[in-house]
């Protein structure tokens, strides 16, 4: 009998272990290049696909539309790529990358003007799964952080 009961407990224990475990995989799905988080929806080849722990399924529904995503364009600065949203220093005075144009903030900059001596090629680095070109920028908690030979470096500049 206490076998028996000893048996049923860790059968139990396992998959409760189990259902626990993948309860918080929720990994990200790609597709044509693109990273989509768990529970995102994509259209792809006329139907819609939710993103279910990593793996697509299809919702049994239709596009609506085949919405095209154009990425935004990057603004160079110093033999660095911005990407819209993040922000340098120039003459002094922080600038932001708006979709491959550079717009005053008309705020003072608290260092020099890219103090940062960038290697124009060099190891990527990595950011939420996905691999960043050395020499490029993401916006990361208000900074700009800039991926320089595969180590990151805060720039010290806002961005949104």
Same mark, same amino acid.
């Given at each position: ?83 819209? #949203? +993040?922000?340098? *220093? @120039? ?5 932001? =990358?708006? %979709? $491959? !144009? &550079?717009?005053? /903030? ?28 050395? #020499? +490029?920028?993401? *916006? @990361? ?5 800039? =991926?320089? %030979? $595969? !180590? &990151?470096?805060? /720039? ?5």
């Amino acid at each position: 009998m206490k076998s028996s009961n000893l048996l049923w407990a860790v059968a139990i224990a396992l998959i409760a272990g189990c259902s626990v475990q993948s309860a918080h995989a929720d990994d990200p799905c790609f597709f044509s290049g693109s990273m989509y988080s768990d529970g995102s929806a994509s259209c792809q080849t006329g139907h819609e696909y939710r993103c279910d722990d990593g793996e697509w399924l299809s919702t049994m529904h239709g596009c609506k539309t085949d919405i095209k995503v154009v990425a935004s364009r990057t603004c160079n600065f110093g033999g660095i790529a911005f990407s819209t #949203g +993040s922000a340098s *220093c @120039q003459n002094g005075t922080q600038y932001r =990358c708006e %979709d $491959g !144009s &550079w717009a005053t /903030l008309g705020v003072p900059c608290t260092v020099g003007d890219s103090p940062i001596k960038v290697v124009p090629t060099g190891s990527t680095c990595m950011f939420s799964g996905a691999t960043v070109a050395s #020499g +490029s920028t993401i *916006c @990361q908690s208000s900074s700009t952080f800039l =991926c320089n %030979d $595969g !180590s &990151w470096v805060n /720039l010290g500049t806002l961005c949104r």
